[in-house]
């Protein structure tokens, strides 16, 4: 599937075979995990194609630890109870 792909990415806990894959230049292996990956992947997209994106354009760098969005990001990478 990744070589299908004009632009693949991998998040941070990829297995070692998708690893392995990046390092010949198959895809781009992110520092981040879920929610987060998928944020930091179109910030790798945009900056790619000559974007430039200022601090205020990254959603986090707005937010203080009891806004609504943050919360919600951070409940949404949660792993479900058992």
Not at 38 to 54: F, K, Y
């Amino acid at each position: 599937m990744l070589e299908a792909c004009d632009y693949a990415y991998a998040t941070s806990g990829c297995s070692q075979v998708v690893r392995q894959f990046a390092k010949k230049g198959g895809c781009h292996v992110l520092k981040q995990y879920r929610q987060a990956a998928l944020l930091e992947a179109i910030h790798h997209r945009l900056r790619s194609d000559g974007v430039v994106l200022s601090k205020s354009s990254i959603p986090s760098s707005r937010l203080h630890s009891g806004h609504l969005i943050q919360k919600l990001l951070e409940v949404a990478d949660r792993r479900p109870s058992i």
